[in-house]
């Protein structure tokens, strides 16, 4: 972390201290911190170093934006994703092929204990009779990969959400062969949870008692030709995903689920998103504020729903000032840590949580007490 950037977490820290929500979570003083070199821990993103995992304090850590692709997937609609020529992506596509002693090693040398494993890319575009064999062949498969270290990895259950009753009897069955809720990489087919058509699924995953993890995914095409389009393909294709789109996209999701009445309706249904909020904490008083229950006719406040329902992971957004914020907005109980592998760095995540300027027992609750009550761990 540069002065900078310490300097602005220490600024936030403070100010948080005032804060009505987590305000008695902030230490009053900075904590002492490892200087970084950015590009050294770039170097190392995912690189197994023998002896590495003692730079990191010993606490459990359990992580849940960790994704793998299925042989069922590549044989079948991921074709297109299957040979990668940009490095970048052979790599990462490598490594989210791998669930066997490689990706331990990678866990033992960040410091991660448990990975929850989801994939992506989601199958929810695929085509409804293909969603259903898929969704079952890729379960089966992390099921089975699962079995292998089942002190080391959990399981997000892939669902045809274009056969919504289907889906939910998908659910049911990998619940109850252990695995820890549902992955859905967001709308299917420009249709969106709010969508009654989904609630099936919604029902089933509040009477079991697990948790959605609601993944990004790009804007219908409409949206991307409009809002993302006019710039070179690489940065319109940057500008639809990482760079803004996928984030966005979430967010209205999420919003859409509020709006909708879906947490009226199932009031125990929990979701996770990732990212450190998909922009929601930033949004959430001035959307609590311009969506009074006046206007919305719903039985709480928006805050409420996103304070209540939704659970907030870190996935990829290693940046102190977007934590404060998460944090001031939401409250420590409603915070997980997790990486985004293979797409961001177990090392750089795994540092940033240690050097977080918040008390021991805040981030013991961030890495891992608030995924065990959550996922019944």
Not at 142 to 156: D, E, I, N, S
Not at 183 to 200: E, K, Q, S, V
Not at 338 to 346: A, F, K
């Amino acid at each position: 972390m540069d002065r900078r950037n310490f300097i602005s977490t220490t600024i936030l820290a403070t100010a948080a201290g005032a804060a009505t929500v987590a305000a008695e979570n902030i230490v009053s003083t900075p904590i002492t911190t490892t200087k970084q070199n950015p590009s050294a821990v770039a170097a190392a993103v995912d690189e197994p170093t023998k002896g590495q995992a003692g730079r990191f304090s010993k606490m459990r850590t359990i992580t849940m934006e960790e994704h793998y692709i299925s042989p069922a997937f590549i044989a079948g609609p991921g074709k297109a994703v299957a040979n990668p020529t940009n490095p970048k992506d052979a790599r990462s596509f490598k490594l989210a092929c791998d669930l066997g002693p490689d990706r331990i090693a990678l866990m033992d040398s960040a410091g991660i204990d448990v990975q929850i494993l989801s994939h992506a890319p989601g199958i929810e575009e695929v085509e409804g009779a293909e969603q259903v064999t898929v969704a079952r062949e890729t379960n089966d498969y992390l099921l089975h990969c699962v079995a292998k270290y089942p002190t080391r990895y959990g399981g997000f259950a892939s669902l045809p959400t274009a056969s919504p009753d289907k889906a939910a009897q998908e659910l049911e069955r990998m619940v109850k062969l252990g695995f820890k809720g549902a992955i859905i990489n967001g709308h299917t087919h420009a249709r969106y949870l709010d969508d009654t058509f989904f609630w099936p699924i919604l029902e089933s995953a509040q009477s079991l008692k697990v948790p959605i993890y609601l993944h990004p995914t790009p804007p219908p095409k409409a949206i991307r030709d409009v809002y993302f389009a006019g710039f070179s393909p690489g940065v319109s294709q940057q500008f639809a995903q990482a760079g803004w789109g996928w984030h966005i996209e979430t967010a209205v999701h999420v919003l859409r689920m509020g709006l909708g009445g879906v947490f009226d309706r199932f009031p125990d249904l929990q979701i996770v998103v990732g990212h450190m909020g998909e922009t929601l904490s930033f949004m959430l008083p001035r959307i609590n504020r311009n969506l009074p229950m006046e206007l919305t006719k719903l039985k709480r406040p928006m805050a409420e729903y996103l304070r209540e329902n939704i659970y907030y992971t870190f996935a990829g957004f290693n940046f102190p000032q977007n934590f404060m914020n998460l944090m001031q907005q939401v409250g420590v109980d409603r915070i997980m840590f997790s990486v985004d592998h293979p797409y961001g760095s177990m090392v750089e995540a795994r540092t940033f949580l240690d050097q977080l300027p918040i008390s021991p027992a805040d981030r013991n609750r961030i890495a891992h007490k608030n995924a065990e009550r959550l996922f019944k761990i």
